[in-house]
């Protein structure tokens, strides 16, 4: 058997002990998955969500949740940058937004990005 055709790694070890004239053993079915592509690709595949999906499900959980605590009252900025005051929350997608003194809109709770804190600072600013 030649090395350029070993079938596994274990196989190229086997041929080259073979040729030295000792015997290798039985091959332990260990070393063909160490040897393999699998563990490195797993382990990427972990570091990939651990560093990237991880965090976004996080911040995804905790803004639905600041989305569903929605008061009257509360001062919150919306997707497109506007500032707001929550009037009335009608349901569990509508609410009421003053913008200004007299301007009254009603739109999507998904259009409300994040609650601001009473000193007017982003509520997210501070946990992150």
Sequence with gaps: MSLLYADTPAA???????????D??????????LHSPLPVMVIIFGLFW???IRPQQKQQKE????????KEGDKVVLV?????????????????LTIAEGVRVKAQRTAVDRKLNPEGGAAAAKAG
């Design 12 to 22: 190229a070890v086997n041929a080259v002990a073979g040729a030295a004239g000792a």
């Design 24 to 33: 290798a053993g039985p091959v332990s079915p260990l070393d063909s998955i």
């Design 50 to 52: 651990w560093l990237f």
């Design 63 to 70: 803004r639905e949740s600041q989305l569903k605590q929605l």
């Design 80 to 96: 497109s940058g506007v500032h707001a005051t929550v009037a009335k929350v009608e349901n569990d997608d509508i609410v009421y």
